[in-house]
């Protein structure tokens, strides 16, 4: 199976789809990003809600970006153009690839920062800080420029580097080994977390909903958040399902893919609220807030120093299995529709997302002034990709493939041309056609107060 010839890359297992895909949907999304996002809106109220819409509207988008790319056998751009000849769906494929662009541009500020955090616990960096101490260690590092910078470029250019070998050379190997153990370790950090005295306050507030937080804002968020923690929306997972073999089952690979992306994010919760509480931090402390609050649990654990080089370390690499499948979408495109080599696209793509890449990081120095309707650069470019352009981009995924493709293809697909059963097939083409439209409008026109 290995060595078969395959002629524009294949994954050579099932695993190695399911590991492809999950290295995507886990990364910062999950242990950075819903933490942040759940704390400033809510708590309980916003997690029920983000369960809600992975297990209706996220799974569905998922399965039909992996059929739409299995079928099409193309990049996100050429899988619509393909499939719909002469009509203008390549759009939706183009606004993928801005989308890439904005979301790699501002997670490698982040991803940047795991570095930082990654160097100094090898330092042993955090040992005998307070809550205090730690805080403004993150604020000194953040404030510093030069230093996030460089960490960002560094981890571009290994984002870069894996992309040019090829994902599924790249991936498959990394992440089969290394995402269990990030599981075991958030696990034992849970642990300690829930043990810290006051830790049950933490635990109210992310399973005990408070549904007077519920607004248009809350709700809208939670959409956000299951998207671009799925990594649905923008043509990530067509790409990779151009990659899947004809022998998978697609259905069985989307559970798989959200369960262990929602149980991680509810786990990342489980590791960060209780410890948020236990040291007199707040919840809506923003896009700081784990790694403001993730040094005080390792401070407080026996062997918290090799704990926290784990952690960070296989954090770092959680987030490029990420990058990797949001630059593989713009870098596949200009291989197929540009006849670049993968090498050239990978340069010249990877060097105009660094540049607008240098904004988002300094959105927390030296431009943390200027803002955009009230967001700094960065703030505009995360709630942009997750509320604004992932949500639109799945509207349209799920109506290309509910009302434009069709039911044949979408039954070629789930049962693999007919040799297998798929059992939620009517509740499927239900959720495409109408639910999942029709909802993500409404979250929309909800949010901008249209609904009153
Ligand atoms: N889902 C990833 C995370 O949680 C980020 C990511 C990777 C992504 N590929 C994507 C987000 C595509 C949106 C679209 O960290």
Redesign the pocket.
Known sequence: MTDKIVPRGAFTSKFGIVAAAAG???????IW?FPYVAGENGGGAFLLIYIGFILTIGMSVMLAEFIIGRRAQKNALGSFKKLAPGKPWWIVGFMGIV?AFV?LAF?STIAGWTFEYLIQAIGNGFAGKDAGAISQMFTDFQTSTTRPLLWQLVFMVLTAGIIVCGVQKGIEKYTKMLMPLLVLLIIIMCIRSLTLPGASEGVNFLFKPDFSKISGKVILEALGQS????????G?LITYGSYIQKNNKLPNTTFQVAMADTVIAILAGVMIFPAVFAFNMEPDAGTGLVFQVLPNIFTEMPGGYIFAVMFFLLLSVA?LT??I??LEVVVAYGIEELNLSRKKATIIFTSAIAVLGVFATLSFSELSEFKIFGHTIFGSLDWLSANLL?PLGGVFIVIFLGWVLGKKAIVDEVTNNGQIKMRFLRVFIFILKYIAPVAIVLVFLNAIGVLG
């Open positions: 995507s949907a886990v990364g910062l999304g999950n990003r989308a979301i997670y998207f671009f923690s799925m990594s649905i929306g923008m990530a987030a990420s990058t499948s949001v992932l």
